[in-house]
């Protein structure tokens, strides 16, 4: 039982490491690597003109936002970009409803019902980035 409970614990801890050193997918164009990727988190901070030139999602597989962040600007550094604008965005996966009732019968024969429920709505995080070239 030992043995078991023991290879289950190593091939759920390769299994996330492997999640994490994930390297998210890249759509587009390719250029010669950069040093530096110019980080925004809205169109309108970037001043300098520029071209779209591809862009990634990351959904699963990152155990912090920033470790998720440090993977993008590394990818944006690979594929020669210059800037990289980037949406944190917040889906609605699903709902869980629990609750609980209890009917009691008190001594003079009323029945007493009493209810607790609760909803909480299960959200996965998504980041959304497009990398830029400066004109």
Do not use: R, W
Request: aromatic share 6%.
């Amino acid at each position: 039982m030992k043995k078991a409970t023991t290879i289950s614990l190593i091939t759920f801890l390769v299994m996330g490491l492997l999640a994490a050193c994930s390297t998210p997918s890249y759509f587009g164009k390719t250029y010669e690597p950069t040093e530096h990727v110019d980080v925004y988190l809205n169109k309108a901070d970037v001043k300098k003109n520029y071209t779209t030139m591809g862009s990634t999602k990351v959904a699963k597989g990152f155990s912090s936002l920033e470790s998720a962040q440090e993977k993008i600007i590394a990818l944006g550094k690979a594929k020669g970009a210059d800037g990289v604008i980037m949406e944190l965005t917040e889906d609605l996966v699903s709902t869980q409803q629990t609750g609980t009732a209890v009917v009691t019968q008190t001594k003079k024969k009323n029945v007493v019902g009493t209810t607790n429920s609760s909803t909480m709505d299960i959200k996965e995080k998504k980041i959304t980035a497009t990398f830029i070239k400066y004109e």
